[in-house]
């Protein structure tokens, strides 16, 4: 009657064993999932920041071009001084200098001018960037929403999932011994969720120790719990006769 009652009872532990290892799996891919999300968020980050870096070299070029207009207005004041100049002055020699200078500051103000063009088309360039940039970001951020809406949905799906193994369990845990149960427990808890465990091929399917015939014997005659020597799991034997 007591071996019976053993059989039966191993029975329910391999059954709660089934239902335990889902919920350990669950519990640990719930606990991934706001890694999974910050890492989600950071590689968005690290796009904004590269926008960012593109805005910075835009204004950059901006104080760049104000520069150089700067600079070249300066030279344009110079010209129009020195012509007005020109007619003043009173001997070939003067004039011939001055003319030069003229002709100097102009050639001067034409290289400054290219700069310029030069400036200018690099901010062209740099508005269509930004331009493709912002609309990959937006279409990066809806991306990065649905992620965390999916992954968000996937935790209420554990929830609830992990709400019917609770059930599914009470079902099972009343009709255990309770000093059982609580050894069960204790191993659940100690063997990161895997408590009972199958010998198959003489060997304990949880650490693969070599199970010796005498091991064996003692299992298959259900008068008490056969621990794996290595483990510490309980050891049945699947497939036996009831
Ligand atoms: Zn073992």
Known sequence: MLTQNLKAQIRSLVELQTIDSEIYALRYEKESKPKEISLLEAAFEEKKQSLSSIEKESLDLQKKRKDIELEL??????IKKLQTQLYQLKTNKEYQTMLKEIGDTKADASVIEDKAIQ????????KIEIEKEKQNLQGEEKLLNEQKQNIENRIKGIDDRMAQLEVQRKQITPGLDPKILAQYERIL????????????????????LHVPPQVINLIKMYERIVICEACNRI??????PR
């Open 73 to 78: 207005g300066g030279k344009e004041e110079s």
């Open 189 to 208: 808890f100690n063997r990161d969720g895997l408590a009972i465990v199958n010998v198959n091929n003489d060997s304990c399917q949880g650490c693969n």
């Open 235 to 240: 050891l049945y034997i699947e497939n036996e």
């Open 119 to 126: 400036v200018l088309e690099q901010i062209d360039k740099i």
